[in-house]
T-cell receptor
Framework: GNSVTQMEGPVTLSEEAFLTINCTYT??????LFWYVQYPGEGLQLLLK?????DKGSNKGFEATYRKETTSFHLEKGSVQVSDSAVYFC????????????FGRGTQLTVWP | DAGVIQSPRHEVTEMGQEVTLRCKPI?????LFWYRQTMMRGLELLIY????????DSGMPEDRFSAKMPNASFSTLKIQPSEPRDSAVYFC???????????????FGDGTRLSIL
């Protein structure tokens, strides 16, 4: 089957610290990979995506690289801000289904000033 | 552009009552998804539709839950009778995925926060 495993939270950092949230996927075929972010009281929003091996998705200072050899898609940011406090979800599709995504459990990030 | 629109944003009702949650997907999107989010279980896919047809309802917890998509611009999720354990945030999402193509992301609504007393 398909499953996404991501680092359990919560993660607490000081402003300007380096962030890594680990994510690994399992899949047959060639899935696309996604990171979503959920701010308090809101729905999930797409943060970035990568559609094939070695692609790097990036947005708002966040980056993630599609690593087929390690089946990973770790989220990184060099310097976090208080406004980055949110829940982050890693997700994949199966590359051939009708839009269904498989989500990880989510990682709560809190950034302190 | 209007995003996915869900109503109501909040619903508080007594157990045993019927609850109907509504969703309007983004125009032109032909896949629609209903999720439930709780602290204990995280984000769960309940059911999804493609071109108004239910594709997979294996996530629907029990017969008290039902979902319909009578046309491309509207879907409902109904709980009857409701129970306190149904309290959660329910999200609707849509995507333009309509063919056997990947990499199209889902767009989420702001959710309905449901409390069953």
């Amino acid at each position: 089957g398909n499953s996404v495993t991501q680092m359990e939270g919560p993660v607490t950092l000081s402003e300007e610290a380096f962030l890594t949230i680990n994510c690994t996927y399992t899949a047959t075929g060639y899935p696309s990979l996604f990171w979503y972010v959920q701010y308090p009281g809101e729905g999930l929003q797409l943060l970035l995506k990568a559609t094939k091996a070695d692609d790097k998705g990036s947005n708002k200072g966040f980056e993630a690289t599609y690593r087929k050899e390690t089946t990973s898609f770790h989220l990184e940011k060099g310097s976090v801000q208080v406004s980055d406090s949110a829940v982050y979800f890693c997700a994949q599709d199966r590359g051939s289904t009708l839009g269904r995504l498989y989500f990880g459990r989510g990682t709560q990030l809190t950034v302190w000033p | 552009d209007a995003g996915v629109i869900q109503s109501p944003r909040h619903e508080v009702t007594e157990m045993g009552q019927e609850v109907t949650l509504r969703c309007k997907p983004i125009s032109g999107h032909n896949s629609l998804f209903w999720y439930r989010q709780t602290m204990m279980r995280g984000l769960e896919l309940l059911i999804y539709f493609n071109n108004n047809v239910p594709i997979d309802d294996s996530g629907m917890p029990e017969d008290r839950f039902s979902a319909k998509m009578p046309n491309a611009s509207f879907s409902t999720l109904k709980i009857q009778p409701s129970e306190p354990r149904d309290s959660a945030v329910y999200f609707c999402a849509s995507s333009p995925q309509g063919q056997l193509l990947s990499n199209q992301p889902q767009h989420f609504g702001d959710g309905t926060r449901l409390s069953i007393l």
